[in-house]
DNA sequence: GCCGCTCTCTTTTTT
DNA sequence: AGAGAGCGGC
């Protein structure tokens, strides 16, 4: 191996100490990845065997470097790593285990809209309206719970409002539905592991023996179940190595919760601790910003990050009128960098909070001919016909997979009717057999049209072919005679219209990646290309190195470094970003997530902020967000834009209200302060006031307190937490709501 | 059963 | 503003 002298002292002692339980706080840029792959390179060099090294990453991409980088330090031998997420690694012991738990190794991964579909029809089978109750808000529930390892037994003891109540009844029903399919949901990758090894200690056993030392990386951004899954694993050798940041903890909407942090030391109390707070990557500016900023958070541990780089130049604030004028700025400023600092486009990145708000910036830098490459957004396995063909792979790799069958079962249309559908699970659920097995008893189904029996046996036919096929022709040639054979490519090039030439090229798009997916795996099967595509994430796809701006929300941006960094969108209710549930530790969160944008930046960063911008198909008039008074004003340049159009004096009517209400400036935030959940485009009503905090009461939902307000005029419209029904989004004219 | 219209909801962030 | 779901007419 190669010698670990290039590493500083801190670093290399956190490399050495090898056995025990060990965590490393890491700030920003302190080279932490190097310190994991030395660290795990040089166990190897010890003569740890590479098999009974398990690393646990955030991100596919993130292993898949970690592991190249061992191999270019000790060799070969690192390939049998047991590297990758939490989701993958325990996704590939589930497949070998499934029997255990009652799963075939065929189970299908059920993504979020896969969930939801799953929650609707158990909502529609139990009589829960799906008007008085927001599936999503169920599915949101039951997900939370399943991080937090709650049982569907106990979370009715935990109701607190109607809306846990409906979803204790979906919860049980949910999980006794991915069953009958033989389907895992993303929280049941974490959740079932730690089922498996609790109900059968021999094979825990021989799982902690051969995972004999264990490196979690991000572990700031861990929930329950992971840290439950860890400590199962490693509670026995103890050997185990947590690597994060709390200052860094951006995911706590996923059930995320830095305590893991502090439960470590808890459960771990003989653990060695490494702070590495040299940062190798940002000037000396850009690391004041950030760190004035974090200082605002009460909630933090202590760290003093200092670096050697040069003081750098100041972070400079784009004030712009609206979001197109932000894309303009933002590529002016880009073009500057690039002829002054000789710079490549891809050393440049934009950063956002939202997805949203990449449209005007595309726009920009589309006007200005500058290649740009975005991560995320509408993601690609996501579209509707991405979707239907991965169905039909689905269902022909695990023919229990309702949600997929049901998905395809009429697409294309062949026939078979929302009725008909009905009729057929109707059967299969009073003969409690699958809809799948139904299928073949179609002759006895009730109520069926000959048209219909006729089409379920031609589906039916078509399935049995590609049954049949599948171990007969090469993965490749399979899907594309599948698809073909389904007529959806000539049926969208006949239409001709740009969508469905978009809809042909993704499915086009789909089969090439099947065909590279056959070609660079050496036993390729299908089960193994769908549960790489159940969990790739935007970010794994990112190359970085094709000469492109690149574009993709704060969140994705974790763990990247850019030259030149943007942080596009810095207004009060954007970054912060605020929803109705606004409370203290949502905005320690969103300033994390904005502290994360900063210390992505190594030479220069510059912030945008808008002072209109069109939310919700309205306009919306923000201030600039808080932050940017809290990274501390001696870091910062102002830098106006060259012209200055205020609609605030000269818009029409439909803008002239705004001014009483937005001329307020946004109060300093302090740390101290209780209330800090700014005014939030709140006007007066015609019969009375509502402002947030006003209690109503509605006709059919009760009563309920107003939590935000948004829009103007006739289109405003109030967040109203119901006391028995939920949260709601009403438009004040139609709600007909009187004071409670 | 299919097509087209209107209404609703969304958009926070993602494995 | 735009997409998806739900509804009504053919």
Redesign the pocket.
């Known amino acids: 191996m190669k010698s670990i002298a290039d590493l500083n002292p801190s670093q290399q002692e956190a490399v050495k100490a090898a056995n025990g339980p060990v965590m490393i706080v890491a700030g920003a840029g302190s080279g932490k990845t190097r310190v994991l792959t030395y660290r795990i390179a040089y166990l190897i060099s010890c003569g740890v065997p590479a098999h009974q090294i398990l690393a646990l990453t955030f ?1 596919n991409k993130a292993a898949h470097e970690m592991r190249s980088r061992i191999v270019t330090l000790v060799g070969d031998s690192a390939q049998s790593l047991w590297m990758g ?4 690694v325990f996704a590939r012991i589930l497949r070998r285990e499934a029997d255990h738990l009652g799963f075939t190794k065929t189970f299908t991964i059920y ?2 809209d896969d969930s939801l579909g799953v929650v ?1 029809k158990t909502m529609a089978r139990l009589g829960i309206s ?2 008085q109750f ?1 599936p ?1 808000m169920i599915r949101a529930r039951i997900s939370t719970a399943k991080n937090q390892l709650v049982l569907p037994s106990d979370y009715v003891a935990r109701s607190r409002d109607i809306v846990d109540e409906k979803t204790a009844l979906v919860y049980a029903e949910y999980q006794k539905s991915l069953r009958k399919s033989n389907a895992l949901d ?2 049941d990758l974490l959740i079932k592991p730690i089922e498996l090894f609790e109900k059968n200690a021999a094979l825990l056993e021989r799982y902690q023996y051969r995972f004999r030392f264990l490196l979690v990386d991000e572990f700031q951004d861990t929930n329950k179940a992971q840290y439950v899954m860890t400590k199962l694993l490693g509670g026995q050798h103890r050997n185990i190595c947590i690597v994060g940041d709390d200052a860094q903890s ?2 706590s ?2 059930g995320a919760d830095i305590r893991n942090i502090l439960d470590f030391e808890r459960d771990f109390p003989e653990c060695k601790q490494f702070r590495l707070e040299q940062n190798y990557r940002s000037t000396k500016t850009i690391l004041q910003a950030a760190d004035t900023l974090i200082r605002f958070n009460l909630n933090r541990l202590n760290k003093n990050l200092w670096t050697e780089n040069p003081q750098g130049a100041p972070v400079t604030i784009l004030d712009c009128h609206d979001e197109q004028d932000e894309g303009q700025q933002i590529v002016r400023a880009l073009q500057r960098e690039i002829s002054s600092a000789k710079l490549e486009l891809n050393d440049l990145a934009i950063l956002y ?4 708000q990449s449209r005007a910036l595309e726009d920009a830098l589309r006007r200005s001919g500058l290649p740009y490459t975005i991560v ?1 957004g509408i993601r690609f396995y996501e579209r ?1 016909e991405i979707k239907d063909v991965i169905s039909y792979l689905r269902v022909l790799v695990n023919p229990q997979d309702e949600e997929s069958l049901l998905r395809i079962i ?1 697409v294309p ?8 559908i009905e009729n057929i699970v109707g059967y299969a659920l009073g003969k409690k057999t699958t809809v799948y097995a139904a299928l073949s008893e179609v002759e006895q189904i009730a109520n069926l ?1 000959d ?2 029996k006729r089409s379920v046996v031609e589906f039916r036919t078509f399935l049995k072919k590609f049954n049949e096929l599948a171990g007969k022709l090469s993965l490749s040639e399979f899907s594309r005679s599948m698809v073909d054979e389904l007529g959806i490519l000539r049926m969208l090039k006949e239409e001709g219209t740009t969508e469905a030439l978009g809809r042909w090229e993704n499915i086009q798009e789909l089969l090439s990646a099947i065909s590279e997916f056959a070609s660079t795996h050496s036993e390729p099967t299908l089960e193994q290309f769908l549960e790489e595509v159940a ?1 790739v ?4 796809s990112w190359e970085g190195t094709q000469n492109a701006v690149t574009l993709m ?1 704060l ?2 941006s974790k763990g990247l470094e850019f030259p030149v960094v943007f942080v596009a969108g810095m207004e009060e209710g954007l970054l912060p ?1 605020y ?1 109705s ?1 606004i409370d203290s530790s ?1 905005l320690e969160e969103e300033r994390r997530l904005f502290y994360v944008g900063i210390t992505r930046a190594e030479r220069k960063l510059y912030l945008s902020h808008a002072k209109v911008r ?4 309205d306009l919306s008039y923000q201030s600039e967000s808080r932050f940017l008074l809290e990274i501390g004003k001696e870091n910062i340049e102002y830098q106006s834009g060259p012209r200055r159009i205020s609609s605030l004096t000269t818009g029409g009517e439909g803008h002239r209200q705004w001014k009483s209400s937005h001329t307020k400036k946004t109060r300093h935030a302090e740390p101290k302060d209780v209330d800090r959940t700014p005014e939030y485009e709140s006007e007066s009503q015609e019969q009375f006031e509502v402002t947030r905090g006003t209690i109503v009461r509605h006709e059919t939902f009760g009563r309920g307190k107003v939590l935000a307000l948004s829009g103007s005029g006739e289109g405003q419209k109030a967040v109203v937490q119901f006391d028995d029904y939920g949260i709601k ?1 009403l438009v004040l004219r139609f709600a007909n709501l009187r004071l409670g």
């Open positions: 991100t997420t939490f989701h993958s993504d979020s609707k799906l008007q927001n999503n993303f929280d951006i995911y909407f996923r909070r939202t997805n949203a995320g509707k009429n249309s062949r026939g078979i009717g929302d009725t008909s049209t048209r219909a969990l994430a935007d970010i794994d929300t969140h994705a970003f929803s549930t949502n069109f939310r919700f198909g989004n």
